[in-house]
């Protein structure tokens, strides 16, 4: 019987090209993101047609995609052209823990390989609440501050504030916890100074976190993280992409950061 599952795909993001690598089905990926890093090898082997909010239209055409996949309204303009030149899109939304999870069954139940993908959640969710029985150990709950833009400061997304509470962490800012979008999670310096977090850990979207102009902020001198010098970094290709870096990597630095605080609450 023919195979009528999509054979040529291009993900416009890195999540999907990490999923095909995983379940070993990277020889149907044509054409990745040039934002792409994980995994390392996709770089070196599949064509960049792409970045987060520009698309190479004609590259990707000459590739014969019979199923192109992205992520976010911001590549609403990308897929809404490619459906003009006839090509199958499938634009993911998801903002959350669950959602990343959800993200993974529809997308290799799209290709055909949904018990592949079953089995990636099935080792998620075990990781998980693992890490979960961990922290539930602890005896102290470091209130955490995750810093993902500077100039203005915008507060984590949802699936990183998500990822703190599962290692054990207290967010400084519950109440933006379910704010999707990044405009609703713009702070002022002095409320980041009046939470008083335990920690910050930075990840500022496609730049270096810089400890030291964190440090230098008028009034952050007070701040509990500044004078414990608990100020850490995560790159942004584990944490700030909702696919798999983030439930692997991601979570294992963010763990490894509230142990350490918890273990040298004043350096």
Not at 81 to 93: A, D, M, P, S
Not at 140 to 152: K, N, T
Not at 199 to 214: A, R
Request: charged content about 25%; proline content about 4%; glycine content about 6%.
């Amino acid at each position: 019987m023919k195979d009528y599952y999509p054979q040529r795909i291009i993900c416009l993001t890195e999540e999907g090209t990490e999923i095909l690598y995983l379940i070993g089905e990277q020889h149907r990926l044509v054409g990745i993101s040039g934002f792409t890093y994980r995994p390392p090898q996709a770089r070196k082997e599949k064509p960049k047609v792409s970045t987060f909010l520009d698309a190479k239209f004609d590259k990707i055409i000459d590739l014969k995609p019979d199923l192109v996949v992205g992520y976010s309204d911001l590549q609403a303009d990308i897929a809404a052209e490619l459906i003009k030149r006839g090509i199958n899109v499938f634009i993911f939304n998801h903002h959350t823990v669950d959602g990343i999870l959800n993200m993974i069954i529809q997308f290799t139940s799209l290709i055909g390989c949904v018990e592949k993908g079953l089995e990636l959640v099935k080792n998620y969710e075990a990781k998980i609440e693992r890490i979960k029985q961990q922290a539930s150990t602890y005896n102290i709950q470091p209130l955490v501050f995750f810093e993902e833009w500077d100039e203005p400061i915008i507060a984590g997304s949802t699936w990183v504030n998500e990822l703190v509470e599962i290692a054990g962490g207290k967010l400084a800012f519950p109440e933006l916890k379910n704010k999707n979008l990044a405009k609703q999670r713009i702070l002022l310096h002095e409320q980041v100074i009046e939470r008083n977090p335990d920690v910050i850990i930075g990840s500022w979207c496609g730049k270096m976190f810089k400890l030291d102009k964190v440090k230098e902020r008028i009034g952050f001198e007070n701040v509990t993280a500044i004078k414990n010098n608990h100020l850490f970094e995560i790159k942004s290709e584990l944490i700030l992409q909702p696919g798999p870096a983030a439930l692997t990597d991601g979570l294992d630095e963010i763990v490894k950061i509230i142990q350490n605080v918890i273990k040298n609450p004043a350096n």
